[in-house]
Nanobody
Framework: QLQLVESGGELVQPGESLTLSCVVS??????????IGWFRQGPGKDREEITC????????NIADPVKGRFTASRDNAKNTVWLTMNNLNVEDTGVYYC?????????????????????????WGKGTLVAVSS
């Protein structure tokens, strides 16, 4: 069982930037075996996938509303994944979650072509609130 803890959510003004972090812990695991998804749920909205990053740091999906503004990154040796958010707007307000799905390790000779479908994610953090307001 993995544990994921998000942090970094704040109140910011439109146009500003934030970086969220997700620290993963557990017994007998290597983070380079897991794809990571970032999700958010805004007020009165359904949870939506923001982006998905493979165990080998390939971007598997990026949602249109954040494309060109948000970037996921990871350092498997540090058991940490980040979401860098630039040029935030009011519609970005919501609770942001990181989640993990076992995929196996990627290498120069093997790439994983799964996804971060919400129902397929196996481990979830409790979320961190990002509020964008003037």
């Amino acid at each position: 069982q993995l544990q994921l803890v998000e942090s970094g959510g704040e109140l910011v003004q439109p146009g500003e930037s934030l970086t969220l972090s997700c620290v993963v812990s557990g017994f007998g695991f290597n983070l380079d075996d897991y794809a990571i998804g970032w999700f958010r749920q805004g007020p009165g909205k359904d949870r939506e996938e923001i982006t998905c990053i493979s165990s080998g740091s390939r971007t598997l999906n990026i949602a249109d509303p954040v494309k060109g503004r948000f970037t996921a990154s990871r350092d498997n040796a540090k058991n940490t994944v980040w979401l860098t958010m630039n040029n935030l707007n009011v519609e970005d307000t919501g609770v942001y979650y990181c989640s993990a799905r076992f995929s196996g390790r990627e290498s120069d000779m093997f790439s994983w072509y799964g996804d971060c479908n919400s129902a397929a994610m196996e481990h979830w953090g409790k979320g961190t609130l990002v509020a964008v307001s003037s």
